[in-house]
């Protein structure tokens, strides 16, 4: 990394990180981490869970300013059935009834603190929701995806091409 990088600040956001299980470095400093739970439990079988994010906040209500983030991951919760007290949903989260217009109104938001040419990457688990269901629900159609071995997670990627768009 150039120190011109180093120094710039954090230029990627990810908007509801959870316990950070995608990131190798999960305290990458080109990174802000957010999340609306802030918490620490032990899961069923054990296994300590950690919630810690830099920023508290609800995806849909994100405190940054317009166009702050060249990358911005989107990794929501993507269960809308499922007790409170699983550990699938201690560990991502779940959905509310209204999931379409919850979901769309995230997207949007990390969409607004996007800048123009930057990326936003959605990692999307079809466990109880097609990405057909998402994407129609969101109202924008990525620029591509891919569809992991399991078959059921699916990474989305689109690019702000013009403010506001």
């Known amino acids: 990394?150039?120190?011109?990088?180093?120094?710039?600040?954090?230029?990627?956001?990810?908007?509801?990180?959870?316990?950070?299980?995608?990131?190798?470095?999960?305290?990458?400093?080109?990174?802000?981490?957010?999340?609306?739970?802030?918490?620490?439990?032990?899961?069923c079988d054990g296994r300590v869970l950690n919630i810690h994010p830099d920023v508290r906040a609800d995806f849909r209500h994100l405190p940054f300013r317009d166009g702050m983030f060249c990358h911005v991951?989107?990794?929501?919760?993507?269960?809308?059935?499922?007790?409170?007290?699983?550990?699938?949903?201690?560990?991502?989260?779940k959905l509310?009834?209204?999931?379409?217009?919850?979901?769309?109104q995230g997207f949007d938001e990390c969409w607004r603190v996007l800048k123009v040419g930057g990326t936003l990457v959605l990692k999307w688990s079809e466990v109880q929701i097609r990405a057909s269901e998402l994407t129609a629900a969101l109202g924008r159609v990525?620029?591509?995806?891919?569809?992991?071995?399991?078959?059921?997670?699916?990474?989305?990627?689109?690019v702000k091409t013009e403010a506001g768009a």
């Open 1 to 43: 990394m150039t120190e011109d990088a180093k120094t710039a600040g954090p230029i990627v956001l990810d908007a509801c990180c959870g316990p950070r299980m995608m990131w190798f470095d999960k305290q990458d400093p080109r990174a802000v981490f957010a999340d609306s739970r802030d918490l620490e439990t032990v899961l």
């Open 73 to 93: 991951v989107f990794d929501p919760p993507h269960l809308v059935r499922g007790g409170d007290t699983s550990w699938l949903v201690q560990k991502y989260g």
């Open 96 to 104: 509310p009834k209204d999931w379409a217009e919850y979901l769309r």
């Open 142 to 158: 990525p620029l591509y995806g891919e569809r992991m071995h399991s078959g059921k997670t699916v990474w989305l990627v689109w």
